[in-house]
């Protein structure tokens, strides 16, 4: 069983900044890409962006250049730094892993922007 627990969440003003971790634990086998979704209030689901065990990181148009997500696999941990948050990125976070063949969420951290 494998177990992902977000930190980091919390208020922000608007132009400022965050970082949430995602430490995925348990029976781990072999984890593979790591990823943050987003939804707020009436929205759907969203993705906002993934980082693959090798490779470059993508990122959804609505935060590129402003949000970062990066892994220490060590750790076994995933976080995303946002930078110039708007009111717009406010949401529940979601950590995304997979670890082998099977996908992992987190239960989410919320996240709120506004003056």
């Known amino acids: 069983q494998v177990q992902l627990l977000e930190s980091g969440g919390g208020w922000v003003q608007p132009g400022g900044s965050l970082r949430v971790s995602c430490v995925v634990s348990g029976t781990i086998v072999s984890l593979g890409d790591m990823a943050w979704y987003r939804q707020a209030p009436g929205n759907e689901r969203e993705w906002v962006a993934t980082?693959?065990?090798?490779?470059?990181?993508g990122y959804a148009d609505f935060v590129k250049g402003r949000f970062t997500i990066s892994r220490e696999d060590a750790k076994n941990t995933v976080y995303m730094q946002m930078d110039t948050m708007k009111p717009e990125d406010t949401a529940v976070y979601y950590c995304?892993?997979?670890?082998?063949?099977?996908?992992?969420w987190g239960q989410g951290i919320q996240v709120t922007v506004s003056a």
């Open positions: 980082i693959p065990k090798y490779g470059s990181a």
């Open positions: 995304n892993v997979v670890d082998w063949n099977a996908i992992y």
